[in-house]
C-alpha cells in the first residue's frame, strides 16, 4: 500500500498569513493526489483534483502543487473560514489511502 | 445540484449485518464511479471501497474483503454497502462520495453520512 504522511500534523496560525501543508507518497503517484477540507461535525469537501487542478467553486486562494511523491496545499492568506482538517488522498493505486490530515487552527 | 444522501446507519451488534444506502441526484449516476469512505469518531479518513460507473470493477480495502460487498442500481440512483460480520472496529460515519469519472479518478462531491455504530 502507498502511505501517505501529512506536516505538520497541526498548526496555528493569523488571519491573513500564509500556509502551506506538505503531503508525502511513499512511492511515485505521478499527479494522482487530491485535496479535501473537513470542517468540524461536516462531511469533507473536495478542494484539488490532480494535484494542484481546483474543484470547480473553489476559491482560488487554495492552490496545490507537486508531481511524484511530494505535494503541497497552500492557503494564500488564511481567513477564520478556513479553520479546519485537511486532507491528501492518492488515487494512482488501490487501496486509495489518505494523509492523517492537518489541523489548521486561527490564532 | 449534485446530492448524495446516505441512510440506513444504527446500533449493530457485533456479528449482525447492516446495509447503507446512498441515494443521488443532480447527475448522471450511471456515468460516474463512487467510493464508500469511513471515518471513526475522532479519526482521520479511509477509504473502503469503490465500484466502477457500470459495476463490473470492484475494489475494497484488506480488513472488510470477504465481508462487505458494494453495489450499485443505476435505474434507482443508488449505491449501497453491505456489511456483513461487522466488528466494533467498523462503528464509523460512511460517507459516500462520486468520483469524478467513470472510476478511478477523485471523489468531486460528498454526502452528509451515516453513523454505524458496533456494539453490543
Known amino acids: 500500500d502507498i502511505q501517505m504522511t501529512q506536516s505538520p500534523s497541526s498548526l496555528s496560525a493569523s488571519v491573513g498569513d500564509r500556509v502551506t501543508i506538505t503531503c508525502r507518497a511513499s512511492?511515485?503517484?505521478?499527479?494522482?493526489l487530491a485535496w479535501f477540507q473537513q470542517k468540524p461535525g461536516k462531511a469533507p469537501k473536495s478542494l484539488i483534483y490532480?494535484?494542484?487542478s481546483l474543484q470547480s467553486g473553489v476559491p482560488s486562494k487554495f492552490s496545490g502543487s507537486g508531481s511524484g511523491t511530494d505535494f503541497t496545499l497552500t492557503i494564500s492568506s488564511l481567513q477564520p473560514e478556513d479553520s479546519a482538517t485537511y486532507y491528501c488522498?492518492?488515487?494512482?493505486?488501490?487501496?486509495?489511502?489518505f494523509g492523517g490530515g492537518t489541523k489548521v487552527e486561527i490564532k | 445540484q449534485v446530492q448524495l444522501v446516505e441512510s440506513g446507519g444504527g446500533v449493530v451488534q457485533p456479528g449482525r449485518s447492516l446495509r447503507v444506502s446512498c441515494a443521488a441526484s443532480?447527475?448522471?449516476?450511471?456515468?460516474?464511479?463512487m467510493h464508500w469512505v469511513r471515518q471513526a469518531p475522532g479519526m482521520g479518513l479511509e477509504w473502503v471501497t469503490s465500484?466502477?460507473?457500470?459495476?463490473?470493477?470492484?475494489y475494497y480495502k484488506d480488513s472488510v474483503k470477504g465481508r462487505f460487498t458494494v453495489s450499485r442500481d443505476n435505474s434507482k440512483n443508488t449505491l449501497y454497502l453491505q456489511m456483513n460480520s461487522l466488528r466494533p472496529e467498523d462503528t464509523a460515519f460512511y460517507y459516500c462520495?462520486?468520483?469524478?469519472?467513470?472510476?478511478?479518478?477523485?471523489?468531486?462531491?460528498w454526502g452528509q453520512g451515516t453513523l454505524v455504530s458496533v456494539s453490543s
Open positions: 462520495a462520486k468520483d469524478a469519472g467513470y472510476g478511478g479518478t477523485s471523489a468531486d462531491h
Open positions: 443532480g447527475f448522471i449516476f450511471s456515468n460516474h464511479g
Open positions: 465500484i466502477s460507473y457500470n459495476a463490473k470493477d470492484k
Open positions: 512511492q511515485g503517484i505521478s499527479n494522482y
Open positions: 490532480a494535484a494542484s
Open positions: 488522498q492518492q488515487y494512482n493505486t488501490y487501496p486509495l489511502t
